[in-house]
């Protein structure tokens, strides 16, 4: 998953699997799309990094946001990092049962 419609529909899958309200996924979604359109701007490359997501909280804070639409940014920044685990997870463990046999 390398594009940016990759990353956003593995999240919407995620969170629809886990059961969250349809505005929920919204709100995550347009949250996560503008966290991407930031790090494809700022040419941050592939990996998604803790520093990456601390920076961009500081900008949204030094944008003057409230804290209430900080905090949406962070939970969707959360809920697809849990989102990428569980693949990276289940590949792994797909690996491990492959070389096993």
Not at 23 to 30: D, F, P
Request: glycine letters at 6%; a positive charge.
């Amino acid at each position: 998953m390398k594009t940016k419609e990759a990353y956003q529909q593995g999240l919407c899958t995620y969170l629809i699997l886990k059961n969250y309200s349809a505005a929920t996924i919204s709100e995550h979604g347009c949250a996560f799309r503008q966290f991407l359109d930031w790090r494809i701007e700022g040419k941050h490359g592939e990996d998604f990094t803790p520093e990456q997501a601390r920076q961009y909280l500081l900008y949204r804070y030094e944008q003057g946001l409230k804290w209430q639409t900080i905090n949406g940014d962070y939970s969707a920044i959360q809920k697809f990092l849990s989102f990428f685990r569980s693949v990276g997870r289940k590949m792994r463990c797909r690996t491990t049962e492959k070389s096993l046999n």
